[in-house]
């Protein structure tokens, strides 16, 4: 009997070798490279072309008609529902509420579009069953089975023929043809491929939860980001209750999207105003604290920003910064020193976005900056007022996307004063009863706020 060959392959990056190495060569990580069993690829033995080219012209879409999940949230992050015969990649951190999610909209689907079978490799059908009486879910055509196995996942598959599959999670299932653990490079790489060929092949709308690593990205190949057509991150603080759903790609869809849940004891329920939320147990006449209007995809968002500054007793002073990029609190910093000649470096700074949503657009600049100089002075900024903003290195105050829709969402949240950039104000029809003030400079905007 001829004897299998085998490869090392790195868990890490994926890189193969015909030897074992303590140091991949390619990503530098120890003891990371396994041995993994090749077997003969006979595949392409009798192949035939069963799919010839078409006209894109003649092609119809008419059956790419998306089904909903009932869940509002999660249609807006796939940009209007499930595409049939998509595949996609929902990752988070353990516990943040991936199988909930999941299993909520499972029970939705299978109660308005028919068949779905729902594969856990990680939790028994009885306790699957536990968890859907505590969120409440009966639904007639949802199908739960507890497997590892792609081959016998596969089988289901053929003789339940179900518009939907989830798969919980891609991590724990595997496939006979290799020989390596579940949950290595390989296996989920090949898993993934496969799973991809089956919806397209039968238009199954197919949902696989990835694991993420200590740095919060999906555990195993970037290949198997690049072969999905969506993916979608469950984010969250341990100890919030809100959970923000972003898609970091989408073929059928924005990944500017995001969609506001808050975990309770019946699961994950959604969030229509989040504005509302954020701002529910704001204090006023507090120094540092400042609201912003942010934008993520078409929803403007009201958030508070705090900053507290305080005087470094010795050594180097530390900055922190929660739901903003850290680098851009070094660079406002910096543009406060030399542009406006305010001496904030031996002060220790932290930045915290209350309600753990995190900002990553550039407009939240003039609202970091107005709550650092209000933290330094001690000096509190109106709480009627709602700023928006991108700060340039030269202290200028450059224009932001969807102005009109950010003043509105101030309006209908009774705030009574907006700071915009003057270049924005210089075009803006809208006509609100606001008092709506332009400014050009970062002094200008800090005259403005704290006289």
Known sequence: MAKNKTIHVCQACGYQTGKWLGRCPACGEWNTLVEEIIKPDKSGIGLSVSIVPQLLSDISSASQKRISTQIGEFDRVLGGGIVPGSLTLVGGDPGIGKSTLLLQASGSIASHHGPLLYVSGEESSTQIKLRASRLRLSADNLYVVNENSLEVIK????????????????????????????????QVRQVTAELMQLSKTNTISTFIIGHVTKEGAIAGPRTMEHLVDTVLYLEGERYHSYRILRAAKNRFGPTSEIGVFEMKEAGLEEITNPSELFLSQRSSGISGSVVLASVEGTRPILVELQALVSYSTGGIPRRNATGIDINRLLLLMAVIENRLGVHIQDQE???????????????????????????????????????????????????????EARIKEASQLGFSQ??????????????????????????????????
């Open 418 to 451: 907006c700071m915009i950039p003057q270049c924005n104000l210089d075009k803006l029809s809208l006509k609100l009863k606001l008092d709506i003030i332009g400014v050009k400079s970062a002094a200008e905007a800090i005259d403005a706020a704290l006289g």
């Open 155 to 186: 089988q289901h598959i053929s003789s339940l023929k179900p518009k939907t599959l989830v798969i919980d999670s891609i991590q724990t299932t595997y496939t006979q043809q290799l020989g390596s653990v579940p949950g290595s490079i390989a």
């Open 349 to 403: 700074i932290y930045v915290n976005v209350a309600g753990g949503l995190r900002i990553y657009e550039p407009a939240a600049d003039l609202g970091i900056l107005l709550a650092l100089i209000s933290g330094f002075r001690r000096k509190p900024i109106n709480p009627d007022l709602v700023v928006m903003g991108e700060v340039g290195l030269g202290g200028e105050i450059r224009g932001a996307t969807q102005i």
